[in-house]
């Protein structure tokens, strides 16, 4: 039997087991589109705008282990994707977008609704395709599934006319994909990874530095039991929190620009660092000359090659797949008699204590004012620290990093690498579709917000009873410090002026608002949204407009040049 | 100074990677984006007409090549990557240079284009084209040789290298 392009685009999304699609039609997708409405096992989940799509993918796809799925159409309904994408890019998550082109024959003829999709996404994605005959859309599709989630993980588009769509073939889905020009390292190099456990059991001031390859790599199970045979202190990066237990001992926070101080101390002044699926960013170490200012030795576990001696020099490189990894470290250290000398390891935890009775994330709520760090503390609480949370970027995420202790991995959704402001709206839809009956909450600012706010009709649609949790300080707040530090506190276009009333845009949309002008009231605010099981609650927490994030590692600087408090500046 | 020396090292980079649309813009693509030196890149199929031979002639320090011949390894399409400066090899250009060729340097071109083993390829009563082969320092020194005002057009290929002997970049 012969199937048309469209019905095969959807049998493979069928085959792989997709169960929502995340789209927006248009011209260049009708024939797919049609072939959605004559089924029901692919859900197709209707958003405002197509970043919100992919976003709303990527939230799916971080929350699970699954590779999110979107559909767009061609020219504006690509270009608007490209944002979502790179998001996804930056941050390895697997995603397979469908983007949809007009027809073969008018390509290159400056069509309407026409751009070279492929070509403007080829840097942000981990590859892409363009479809030329109707009899390859099977195997690709299963190539772009298949290189979305293995090896190093990340967005894969499949750009497909439309006339190409309404062709006919005989559809047969590939069951495997062998590609020569791809074959990820999976296993690590036993010799490598000998040598690596050979210098852990000889380190005195050990320090494990996890980033977001563990969450990915679903490995945080083998890290924490290899962190806690060893018994050595370890730090997540912002993409790794929840990689391992945030209310362990042997936790010592986040690390980087906002990071811990014990957890930048010890990173900077160990003698032996174990990096697990992270990659040395800028965010993460400052400046590298000034990391590298202290001796240590380096053991780098990572998927990818790339990412392996990039901005700083390693000694014993470990290319793999960091579960793998992890895991022949693990049967390798319970075969050996050496363990750590335990009288070094004790003096290192002293000092790592005296560096954590700096209590650096110490905040006073008063009286008067909402402090955003007690906003977040108390969603924490309130919700038994086993919420996903999902954020935007700026203040409240940095916040939300350093107050929320996540103790399991894929329930903290950012955007970390590229940054992107009015991610957590959408992705948090996608968390939320994927596990429907847990909670979910969107910590946001009153600035990330508006960048999706569109998305409120979605969450109506498909009855989403996200929480979002916004804190607003009526300013960019990320940029209004930074230009209090750096800036002599000229505060250029960084003011939120002429904000909506949020509480009754969200009564709008047909959700409840509520909004928190007192410290006393947060608490019960939080509690009366969790409370309301099947709605979407919106709070907006009116917050201490002045309040900074701290410790702070100024852009370029030393690990160890850290603002610890608005006193020290 | 080590340091500066490494800056300016030559690397001859060699890929094969599969013969389809795209290919080319993503490794070029790939060395604008990270900011990385092309000197020179030459392309065309194999004789397995599914795959194409690359070789790209870059500069950069010992990190950067690394990192370079990383990134290339890591496009989907590219299916082996060697840095052929790293051993022995030989490496070749093609130029077509037209020159002008009347009065007594006519006869001084025909005489330069013979010492460095030159052919003349095309011949009008006031012109020559002169194709010559070699080494990218022995084009250099041919063209450094004539009379600068004499040339009309030079179109050179970029090279193309090979490892010596039992070397074989082959998928």
Redesign the interface.
């Known amino acids: 039997m012969l199937l048309t392009g469209a019905e095969i685009v959807i049998r493979c999304l069928q085959e792989e087991k997709v169960d929502y699609l995340f789209g927006y039609p248009g011209g260049s997708v009708l024939y797919i589109y049609d072939e959605l409405f004559k089924q029901d096992k692919v859900r197709h989940v209707l958003v405002r705008h197509e970043q919100a799509a992919i976003h709303a993918a990527d939230g799916y796809a971080r929350s699970t282990d699954k590779v999110g799925v979107a559909l767009v159409t061609s020219g504006p309904g690509a270009t608007n994707a490209v944002t979502g994408i790179a998001t996804a890019y930056c941050d390895s998550i697997p995603l397979v977008v469908i983007s949809g082109q007009v027809p073969s024959a008018a390509i290159g003829q400056d069509a309407f609704q026409e751009v070279d999709t492929?070509?403007i996404t080829?840097?942000c994605v981990?590859?892409n395709f363009?479809i030329r005959d109707v009899r390859d859309i099977a195997s690709t599709i299963k190539k772009a599934f298949y290189?979305a989630r293995t090896g190093r993980p990340g967005p894969v588009l499949v750009d497909i006319p439309k006339d190409i769509t309404a062709q006919k073939c005989a559809f047969e889905y590939p069951q495997t994909v062998s590609?020569?020009?791809?074959n990820p390292v999976v296993k690590g190099h036993q010799g490598q990874i000998k040598k690596a456990l050979q210098l852990l059991l000889e380190a005195k001031r050990p320090m494990i530095y996890a980033g977001g390859g563990v969450v990915l790599g679903d490995a945080s199970e083998k890290l924490t039991a290899l962190v806690r045979k060893l018994g050595f202190p370890c730090t997540n990066t912002l993409m790794g929190l929840g990689g391992y237990p945030a209310t362990d001992r042997q936790f010592v926070g986040m690390l980087g620009m906002h990071g811990n101080y014990e957890a930048n101390m010890g990173m900077h002044y160990c003698d032996v660092l174990l990096a697990v699926g992270a990659r040395f960013d800028d965010r993460v170490i400052g400046s590298p000359a000034h990391f590298a200012s202290e001796p240590r030795k380096i053991i780098h576990i990572d998927i990818?090659?790339?990412s392996i001696?990039?901005r700083v020099k390693v000694d014993v490189p470990i290319v793999g797949d960091v579960g793998e990894v992890l895991g022949e470290m693990l049967a390798m250290l319970d075969s050996v008699p050496e363990r750590t000398d335990q009288d070094s390891l004790a003096v290192w935890w002293k000092q790592i204590d005296e560096w954590r009775r700096r209590d650096c994330l110490k905040f006073n709520q008063g009286e008067e004012l909402i402090k955003p760090q007690y906003v977040v503390q108390k969603l924490w609480e309130v919700t038994g620290g086993d919420a996903f949370v999902t954020s935007d970027v700026g203040q409240h995420q940095m916040w939300a990093a350093q107050y929320y202790k996540f103790d399991k991995p894929r329930r903290w959704i950012n955007s970390g690498g590229l940054g992107t402001m009015g991610f957590g709206l959408p992705a948090a839809m996608g968390v939320q579709l994927a596990h429907p009956r847990s909670q979910v909450a969107c910590v946001t600012g009153e600035a990330s917000i508006q960048m999706n706010i569109q998305e409120l009709a979605t969450c109506k649609q498909f009855r989403l009873p996200i929480k979002v949790v916004m804190l607003n300080n009526r300013y960019l707040g990320m940029v209004r410090q930074w230009q209090e530090i750096f800036h002599g506190n000229r505060y250029s276009e960084s003011y939120m002026d002429s904000l909506p009333d949020f509480s009754r845009l969200a009564e709008a949309y047909g959700h409840v608002g509520i909004r928190v002008d007192k410290p006393g009231d947060v608490e019960g605010a939080l509690r009366e949204a969790f409370s309301r099981k099947s709605d979407l609650v919106f709070l907006d927490f009116q917050v201490d407009q002045t309040e900074n994030v701290y410790p702070m590692v100024q852009g370029g600087k030393g690990l160890t040049d850290m603002i610890l408090s608005a006193e020290d500046l | 100074m080590k340091i500066q020396n490494d800056t300016h090292m030559r690397h001859v980079i060699s890929l094969v990677l599969e013969n389809e649309a795209g290919a080319l813009s993503r490794v070029s693509g790939l060395f604008s984006a990270r900011g990385y030196n092309i000197e020179s890149l030459t392309v065309a199929p194999t004789e397995d007409a599914s795959l194409s031979r690359m070789t790209i002639v870059t500069s950069g320090s010992d990190d950067i090549v690394e990192q370079i011949t990383k990134q290339l390894n890591k496009l989907v399409e590219v299916v082996k990557v060697v840095d052929l400066s790293e051993s022995a090899h030989v490496e070749r250009e093609l130029m077509l240079v037209k020159v002008r060729a009347t009065g007594k340097e006519r006869e001084e071109m025909k005489r330069m284009a013979d010492i460095f083993r030159g052919r003349i390829i095309d011949v009008t009563d006031t012109t020559y084209v002169i194709e010559l082969t070699g080494t990218q320092a022995k084009l250099d020194s041919f063209v450094g040789a004539i009379d600068a005002g004499l040339i009309l057009e030079t179109v050179r290929s970029g090279i193309c290298g090979v490892g010596r002997g039992d070397r074989v970049l082959k998928v």
Do not use: A, E, N, T
């Open positions: 492929v070509g080829r840097p981990k590859h363009l290189l590609m020569r020009s791809y990818d090659p790339s001696s990039k």
